[in-house]
């Protein structure tokens, strides 16, 4: 089983910035889309992005659009989450997860049960 691996998380406060990571020990992610999905206590968990193999399509909910930013290094095997302007309602888990069905994105929300591998996730919480 592969386990990807995400970094970056921490706490902000509102109107800051954290730029999350994904990486995938002994597994090549650039030929799969990657999702970023988060979980706030007490909720589901939400697709928040999707970025395709070429980082040619991407998908954001309209709750971070115009904030935050998918990319991937595919020469690092690295995807980023860039979240700029930071609210408390961004607070939750993040994970990142790779659909091995896929290498591009639909226009709709990441569905979690589409993805196959997942990282561990890590913490953002917001908060001044």
């Known amino acids: 089983q592969v386990q ?8 902000v406060q509102p109107g800051g910035s954290l730029r999350l ?10 030929h799969y889309a990657i999702g970023w999905f988060r979980q706030a206590p007490g909720k589901e968990r ?9 980082d040619t399509s991407t998908y954001y909910t309209d709750s971070v659009k115009g904030r935050f930013t998918s990319s991937r290094d595919n020469a ?3 995807v980023y989450l860039q979240m700029n ?3 408390s309602e961004d607070t939750a ?3 990142c997860a790779a659909n091995l069905m ?4 639909p226009r709709d929300p990441p569905l979690a049960y589409e ?3 997942w990282g561990q996730g890590t913490q953002v919480t917001v908060s001044s």
């Open 4 to 11: 990807l691996v995400e970094s970056g998380g921490g706490l």
């Open 21 to 30: 990571s994904c990486v995938a020990p002994g597994f090549t992610l650039d």
């Open 46 to 54: 939400e697709g928040v992005s999707c970025i395709s193999y070429s």
């Open 76 to 78: 690092k095997n690295t």
């Open 85 to 87: 302007n930071l609210k």
């Open 93 to 95: 888990v993040y994970y």
């Open 102 to 105: 896929r290498s591009r994105c």
């Open 115 to 117: 993805y196959d591998y």
